[in-house]
């Protein structure tokens, strides 16, 4: 299984430029590029190292779950690291800051490193086979355009690098949104005519699949609302028969069904070698994922740094007309809400109840003593750390209908959008009644409103929540930044327009001249 761990050591030799050139003999500890890509075999270990990127702290190994949650508003955050609390509020000690500076440095590290190897592999000196030659190259570009797609909801239009990093200084400047964007789809052009198959052998499980890259240009035009666009991207994912909701919805977040009949693009961790944390400035994490402890109660060795807020909490028993309210004896509220939030009195894990684990008899709606369950090893053992081995998901099929379902809305097919929301309430473990059933008739913006409270229930806590408010516009007005404050008091301090994007890290614009700091910063 590709992506089970990644050599480090041959990752930082990627990495690595030749330095002063005023010797003439070669270091052999310190190998060019130019000097590496020799062989097919060169070539293989570079598309893994490639794959190794997604390991980095700033990407995948600690921060992308933490910085995207904790700018949406179904969490909140009042950690001991106070400059992380007030993160999650938009006010930064520093636009140097740990997460601010780690995103930027790894996304870019990650993306030199996937530069390199473009540039090389179409070089016809290196005898390898042209299909495999091609397959390489379309999972590296869909790696380039995941990462600017990711960096661009970060800092807004950004550095766009596209070439092998020289030896010597230059200053590349600032780019503009369309050709960030142009980027993204040309690289996904790439992916999509490069043969990917639609299934992988186990041997390959976590490599880029076609399913993936149509997810991902549906995605990409989703957020511009090209509706149409994202609907053409999504519609072949769904005819493919490839994949399928599971029967039961924990499965897509747990140790033992990783690579299941839903996912449609994971990224795969393991604890087989832990690596070490113990350089937190560096982007060679160890191949396990930070993300567990952080949501996880400080009881058992978690931060509690992104605990579900009460509104995340109602939101589960507003799904039908009826109001069941927070904890009745049934507790008939939609199921996934025991599945995602630990909040019952008598709900365990990690081996202990909800009350063992210090939470409240009463919740409190300002500061809810609840922790989210999502990719938490508490099923299997009784205390966290920060080598979690549960892989992420990071596209799910189910995430797929839901956004087609928008796309037809917003193309007024608003009768046609019910099957596919219905296709994940009616999921064997949900059981959920149709829309179709007890809400027919729903104008384009009562399905809208439908629509967002759905993914809230079926996605929340999965770092989807950001990019939804980011593409219905609740972070570009004041009307829709005092929607998001009825369900985060920590919008309070929000500025519409500005704290969309992060600051970029200051020491980056005074080093380059050409870079240039976001409004408001």
């Excluded at 549960?390 to 596209?395: A, G």
Aim: negative net charge.
């Amino acid at each position: 299984m590709i992506n089970k761990y990644i050599s480090i050591l041959f990752a930082a030799a990627l990495m690595t430029s030749c330095g002063d050139d005023y010797l003439t003999i070669s270091n052999p500890n310190q190998q060019t590029s130019a000097e590496f890509f020799q062989t097919e075999s060169d070539i293989d270990l570079a598309h893994t190292a490639c794959y190794g990127t997604l390991y980095f702290q700033g990407i995948f190994g600690q921060w992308y779950d933490l910085v995207f949650e904790m700018r949406a508003d179904l969490c909140y955050n009042e950690s001991a690291w106070r400059d992380y609390a007030n993160f999650s509020k938009f006010q930064y000690p520093s636009t140097n800051w740990e997460c601010i500076s780690y995103c930027w440095n790894h996304y870019y590290e990650g993306i030199n490193m996937l530069n390199r190897f473009l540039a090389h592999i179409d070089d016809e000196a290196i005898e390898m086979d042209a299909t495999k030659r091609q397959m390489y190259k379309g999972e590296v570009c869909f790696l380039r355009a995941l990462y600017y797609f990711n960096m661009y909801h970060l800092y807004g239009p950004n550095l766009l690098l596209l070439t092998e990093p020289l030896d010597e200084v230059v200053f590349p400047e600032s780019s503009n949104e369309d050709a960030i964007w142009n980027q993204i789809f040309s690289d996904l052009d790439v992916a999509l005519n490069a043969n990917l198959p639609a299934v992988r052998d186990d041997a390959e499980l976590g490599c880029i699949t076609r399913g993936a890259v149509l997810a991902m240009i549906g995605k990409a035009h989703l957020q511009r609302h090209e509706w149409q666009e994202a609907a053409d991207a999504f519609r072949p994912i769904i005819d493919s028969n490839v994949y399928q909701l599971v029967d039961n919805y924990m499965d897509n977040f747990d140790l033992d069904h990783e690579f299941n009949s839903e996912s449609v693009f994971e990224v795969a961790f393991t604890d087989a070698t832990k690596g070490t944390w113990t350089e937190f400035g560096s982007s060679q994490s160890p191949s396990t994922t930070q993300r567990a402890r952080y949501f996880a109660p400080r009881d058992v060795g978690g931060h509690s740094d992104a605990q579900p807020n009460y509104f995340y909490l109602q939101e589960f028993v507003n799904n039908d007309p009826i109001d069941y309210g927070i904890r009745t004896a049934e507790d008939k509220a939609d199921p996934r809400r025991r599945a995602s939030i630990l909040y019952y009195p008598t709900q365990t894990l990690y081996g202990k109840t909800y009350l063992e684990l210090g939470g409240a008899p009463e919740i409190d709606p300002q500061y809810p003593k609840i922790w989210s369950i999502k990719y938490s090893n508490g099923t299997w053992r009784t205390w966290e750390d920060e080598w979690s081995p549960i892989n992420l998901r990071i596209i799910r099929y189910a995430d797929v209908l839901l956004m087609y379902a928008e796309c037809l809305n917003n193309l007024g097919r608003t009768a046609e959008a019910y099957q596919y929301v219905d296709q994940v309430r009616t999921r064997k473990s949900v059981n959920l009644k149709k829309l179709a059933d007890i809400r027919p008739g729903m104008t384009q913006a009562e399905f809208q409103d439908q629509l967002e409270h759905e993914r809230i229930l079926e996605l929340g806590a999965e770092s989807v929540r950001f990019f939804d408010i980011f593409r219905w516009g609740y972070l570009d007005t004041e009307e829709g930044k005092a929607k998001l404050l009825q369900h985060d008091y920590e919008f309070k301090t929000f500025r519409p327009g500005i704290d969309k994007f992060l600051p970029i890290p200051q020491n980056e614009c005074d080093l380059n001249p050409n870079l240039h700091q976001n409004p408001g910063f």
